[in-house]
């Protein structure tokens, strides 16, 4: 996945930083004439999975283009990759990474070279 350059936000790893990520997100999806609709839920999963896995002081949101196609990525300190469950349908959570996966074109993790990782997804529609 070759990405030219990506809009960043650094927010603290906490569970009330998910709105401003989503926010923050939207816009730049619609300014790109994206329905930010899947992007907005991407990055809540994303950004909820990284405040509740990981010991992360904050993380970086980055939304970029490979080629055409819109790439949300959550990066932080935690070098533990995700791990996508069997969907159990009596258990009280475990659905997040198969609902991404559901929404989107792609998605995967992987290490950074400074430490911790990257967990990316590539949306489906491409933007003009």
Do not use: C
């Not at 730049?28 to 999963?45: Q, R």
């Not at 159990?88 to 070279?113: F, H, I, T, Y």
């Amino acid at each position: 996945m070759a990405v030219s350059s990506f809009a960043s936000l650094v927010v603290p790893a906490r569970s009330e930083s998910v709105k401003n990520a989503r926010d923050w997100v939207a816009v730049i999806l619609a300014d790109w004439g994206h329905d930010p609709y899947v992007g907005k839920l991407v990055v809540s999963e994303l950004v909820t999975n990284a405040s509740k896995h990981t010991a992360s002081v904050n993380m970086t949101v980055r939304v970029g283009r490979a080629e055409a196609w819109p790439v949300i990525e959550i990066l932080d300190s935690s070098t533990e990759m995700p791990v996508a469950r069997p969907l159990n349908e009596s258990a009280e959570g475990g659905r997040g990474l198969a609902m991404l996966a559901a929404l989107v074109k792609d998605w995967g993790a992987q290490p950074l070279e400074t430490g911790g990782k990257a967990v990316w997804a590539i949306l489906h529609t491409p933007t003009g």
